[in-house]
């Protein structure tokens, strides 16, 4: 069975850096692409940011460009979002979600940007 | 970008009723179109993959059609289980999701 587990969301101030991870298992974690996606409360999904199976390549919404890192670690089967100099508007519900068609996600992470 | 845009934004319809959801985008994106279902509190749900193509496990009142920029989900007999959110996401380039359309009982 497939599993994607968010972690590390929060109430951080404006500014400030969190590091979310994904924990994946029921598959071959390095054979697939990985992204994430976020939802602001009430409000409609937005894709955020993908990497490729084996890292070499990462694509982000053009308003996190140079504030958001997305990397993994293969070998942990794990999914990193770094999230840098945070704003009000990246609050929001972060999820993980497994491939470029995004057909498995994981239950989801608040993080929460308030001074 | 790509605009993903979704009608109508609010859906009643009876259990039974056959129900067609409207998803057009902004430029060609040939058959690269999910349609998910979100309900209240969870995760959302891939329902159909590449216009027309069935999740496993999904149930066969769920179909999907298009190409091109116009894209239509179909719910062939409503059921009370179907009342969720649902959004299209073009990946063809620059992913984008459409503001999508909530589904409820009338």
């Known amino acids: 069975e497939v599993q994607l587990v968010e972690s590390g969301g929060g109430l951080v101030q404006p500014g400030r850096s969190l590091k979310l991870s994904c924990a994946a298992s029921g598959f071959t974690f390095s054979d697939y692409a990985m992204a994430w996606v976020r939802q602001a409360p009430k409000k409609g999904l937005e894709w955020v940011a993908t990497i490729i199976y084996d890292g070499s390549s990462t694509y982000y919404r053009d308003s996190v460009k140079g504030r958001f890192t997305i990397s993994r670690d293969n070998a942990k089967s794990t999914l990193y979002l770094q999230m840098d100099s945070l704003r009000s508007e990246d609050t929001a519900t972060y999820y993980c979600?497994?491939?470029?068609?995004?057909?498995?996600w994981g239950q989801g992470v608040m993080v929460t940007v308030s001074s | 970008d790509i605009q993903m845009t979704q009608s109508p934004s609010l859906l009643s319809a009876s259990v039974g009723d056959r129900v067609t959801l409207s998803c057009k985008a902004s430029q060609n994106i040939y058959k690269y179109l999910n349609w998910y279902q979100q309900k209240l509190g969870e995760a959302p749900k891939l329902l159909i993959y590449y216009t027309n193509s069935l999740q496993t496990g999904i149930p066969s009142r769920f179909s999907g059609s298009g190409s091109g920029t116009d894209f239509t989900l179909t719910i062939s007999s409503l059921q009370p289980e179907d009342v969720a959110t649902y959004y299209c996401y073009q990946y063809n380039s620059g992913p984008t999701f459409g503001a999508g359309t909530k589904l409820e009982l009338k």
């Open positions: 979600a497994r491939g470029r068609i995004l057909d498995y």
